[in-house]
């Protein structure tokens, strides 16, 4: 993972998508690491008792895997200072999440430079399940 700069950053920029796609037994051991014991993660026909056609991919699971897009373009000095996110519609597993970012604002704040960003989750079929944002705070060049 490369370092990114606050100069080489502009508003409208856009982060390299990244694609999900969550196991079973991923979310099934979410489930367990998060002490997480809702049957709809990891019992299927217990889902379909609450109405879900499939097991639902956690929204704090989501929540991760934004902070991690956001970690992975910022680069190890990036440092994210806020993020929030909306869970809008149902993901599900062995299903293809698609993840991508845009700059929205910049500006320096003394020896950083700060990235606002505006995320977004997509299914297959382009429907957005979490839309988020970040603040992230990125190294000037020789600082």
């Known amino acids: 993972m490369s370092q990114r700069y606050f100069e080489d950053v502009h508003e409208g920029d856009e982060l390299p998508p990244m694609v999900k796609n969550a196991s079973r037994a991923q979310l099934f051991l979410f489930s367990a690491a998060t002490q997480n014991p809702h049957r709809i993660h990891y019992d299927r026909e217990y889902a379909a008792v609450e109405g879900h056609p499939d097991v639902l991919v956690h929204g704090p699971l989501q929540g991760a895997w934004l902070s991690q897009l956001v970690t992975d373009w910022a680069g190890p000095k990036g440092r994210v200072l806020n993020v929030g996110w909306q869970?809008?519609?149902?993901?599900?597993?062995?299903q293809d999440l698609t993840w991508r970012g845009k700059v929205t604002a910049t500006r320096r704040e003394g020896n950083r430079g700060i990235v606002e960003l505006e995320i977004v989750e997509t299914n297959p079929e382009g429907q957005t399940l979490v839309p988020g944002t970040a603040t992230v705070a990125l190294p000037l060049r020789g600082s």
């Open 87 to 94: 869970n809008r519609a149902r993901g599900f597993p062995e």
